[in-house]
């Protein structure tokens, strides 16, 4: 597809089980971005990919959380033992490259709800 | 820190009526400044941008304005339609010292409902 596509759309977890969230970005687009979106809040920036290199994660809120993007294209995020705090929206977006100006696209979010 | 303040929603409105959505940020240097839409069932989609003081960023007749002597970048469209209906969202991309990635801080989101 053209745009940014996200699996799953919706997760149901159980407490204390892992998931994984994928995130295709559009191709040939070097940046890739995680974002978290909590109910009725704004989306809070996690971790930042140049190509495969993991540039930023200092959003990451703990150490169960780990992403990657090993050949520089498909991300995953990993939440590991999830805790009901973890429910939130999260978003993916990619852009051409970095820079203050150039355009995110996003994808529409995996819904995550821990149990 | 950078951070970005709306207005409190929601914000209910008949068509044809005058939008304003207030923005405010805080920001080393000189950021971008953007508004994102959300509309039902879709995901973030950019509706305008502005990257230096006194720009205007115009589309889909809305409206922002980037005011460095007030740090605001409020949304504004002279008669809203039913299908304006969305979540909206001010953001920024810090670029303190011309170096930046484009990592986006986000407001806390504005739901607009336009009423025929």
């Known amino acids: 597809g053209a745009g940014v596509s996200q699996s799953p759309r919706y997760k149901v977890a159980k407490r204390g089980q892992d998931v994984a969230l994928r995130c295709d970005p559009i191709s040939g687009h070097v940046s890739l971005f995680w974002y978290q979106q909590a109910l009725g809040q704004g989306p809070e920036f996690l971790t930042y990919?140049?190509?495969?290199?993991?540039?930023?994660k200092s959003g990451l809120p703990s150490d169960r959380f780990f992403a990657e993007r090993p050949e520089g294209s498909v991300s995953t995020l990993k939440i590991q033992r999830t805790q009901q705090e973890d429910s939130a929206v999260y978003l993916c977006a990619s852009s051409l490259g970095p820079g203050p100006n150039t355009e995110a696209f996003f994808g529409q979010g995996t819904r995550l709800t821990v149990v | 820190g950078n951070s970005v303040t709306q207005m409190e929603g929601p914000v209910t409105l008949s068509e044809e009526a005058f939008l304003t959505i207030n923005c405010t940020y805080t920001?080393?240097?000189?950021?971008?400044l953007f508004w994102y839409v959300q509309y039902p069932g879709e995901g973030l989609q950019l509706l305008l941008k502005a990257t230096k003081a006194d720009d205007k960023g115009s589309n889909k007749g809305f409206e922002a304005t980037y005011r460095k002597e007030t740090t605001s970048f409020h949304l504004e469209k002279g008669s809203v339609q039913v299908s304006d209906s969305a979540v909206y969202f001010c953001a920024l991309i810090a670029n303190a010292g011309g170096t930046s990635y484009g990592k986006l801080t986000f407001g806390q989101g504005t739901i607009l409902t336009v009423h025929p």
């Open positions: 990919f140049q190509n495969e290199a993991q540039l930023d």
């Open positions: 920001a080393t240097g000189y950021p971008s």
